[in-house]
């Protein structure tokens, strides 16, 4: 019950319906003078509208199950009052969350993604306080669900504060809502967040069905196999993910001064590749010596299991520059086709090769999704815009 309530958060990334992505880009043009900061605190505002109608529908519907009793159906016959409850009012923490998670993306774009990392902590904080208030009172695990929707909201709330203050965003203007959103063409809707949310759901989907696939093609074994190794693999490709969000504002501000040569990209992908590979050996490392402490010797773990897994971190690490620079109109598009393609590429093939290899075979699966319809096509394609950019400046 605690896990399923949990995981209605997981549909966060998809709640600012790519709209986020367009904040990162302003925030970043705003920095280095490319629009003003009254262009900027209207594209703020309009998406602030925008996601403030995604909060009032959320509530909306969560409200609306919850009269209907239709929580019922999905946590089953034995839900009780207090369930329903915290699945309303979880819905409601998710919702309100969502214009506030804007906070992030400013910070991303002002290339200050540590101080969003440090901040999360004031979230993990807040949980920690709601789950020992739950313990004291004898609370319901439906009511310990919530400590997850607490420390968002907090983490949020903080987070957008802080980023409005160093972007020198007024709150009150930005949250006066737009009876028509206007934004900046580049910064429109169809321009850049749909085919972001493309993006969001096309790596979703490559990075979270193995599990759910590789049950319905081989045994429990080899499923608690992949699922112990890929919490190994996880932490580390959100570390490496986390690191590198700073080049997206780097490498926006730089391209649009010409002042970003190919070579230097590349390096960045050929550092990015080897640290991956490295951490990933290590991740892989860690999972095999630590195995028979974590698991008491219940799960098996084969040694192609963990170097397919070490090759997942080191493909995921070398698509990070590429994608980065790729965060504008177009190359978004070029990214949801790529994304799209990778991830009925690692559907079919970690079924077919799931069936015959378990779970070494769903981390190749994803492996060579990855590096085939994202790494090298992305790089490639990154590496010939350059070219091709330095070549017109130059009049060659």
């Known amino acids: 019950m605690y896990t399923l309530l949990v995981s209605l958060l997981a549909s966060l990334p998809f709640a600012d319906l790519g709209l986020g992505a367009s904040v990162v880009n302003a925030t970043s043009d705003r920095e280095s003078g490319r629009i003003s900061a009254r262009e900027y605190n209207e594209q703020v505002r309009s998406t602030l509208t925008i996601l403030v109608g995604v909060t009032g529908a959320i509530i909306l519907i969560a409200a609306l199950i919850t009269s209907l009793d239709g929580w019922r159906f999905i946590f089953g016959e034995q839900e009780s009052s207090s369930t329903n409850l915290a699945a309303l009012f979880l819905g409601v923490m998710l919702a309100l969350s969502v214009p506030l998670g804007l906070g992030v993306r400013i910070l991303q774009g002002l290339g200050k993604n540590q101080v969003a990392t440090l901040l999360a902590f004031t979230g993990s904080i807040a949980q920690g306080l709601w789950i020992f208030a739950c313990i004291g009172l004898g609370a319901e695990p439906a009511v310990f669900a919530l400590s997850a929707g607490a420390g968002l909201l907090t983490t949020s709330v903080v987070t957008f504060i802080v980023a409005s203050k160093l972007a020198a965003l007024e709150i009150s203007s930005a ?183 378990g779970a070494a075979g769903a981390f190749a699966a994803n492996a060579f999704s990855i590096a085939a319809f994202v790494a090298v096509p992305m790089s490639a394609a990154t590496l010939m815009i350059l070219v091709r950019e330095r070549r017109s400046t130059s009049g060659e």
């Open 175 to 357: 949250f006066r809502i737009a009876s028509r959103p206007n934004f900046i063409s580049e910064y429109k809707p169809t321009n850049s967040a749909l085919p972001y949310m493309i993006v969001i759901m096309g790596v979703t989907a490559t990075l979270q069905l193995q599990r759910i696939l590789l049950a319905l093609v081989s045994n429990d074994g080899q499923v608690a196999s992949y699922g112990y190794v890929a919490q190994f693999t996880v932490a580390v490709t959100s570390v490496i993910t986390l690191a590198s969000m700073n080049l997206w504002p780097r490498y926006r501000s730089l391209r649009a001064q010409f002042q970003l040569p190919a070579t230097t990209v590349a390096s960045h992908i050929l550092t990015f590749t080897i640290v991956g590979a490295a951490l990933g050996t290590l991740s892989s490392a860690a999972a095999l010596i630590l195995r028979s402490f974590i698991t008491h010797d219940s799960i098996t773990v084969s040694m192609p299991t963990v170097i397919a897994a070490a090759t997942v971190v080191a493909a995921w690490a070398a698509t990070r520059p590429s994608t980065l620079f790729l965060n504008y109109p177009a190359g978004f598009w070029l990214q949801a086709a790529s994304s799209v393609a990778c991830a009925a590429s690692s559907v079919a093939l970690t079924v077919t090769w799931g069936r015959v290899w």
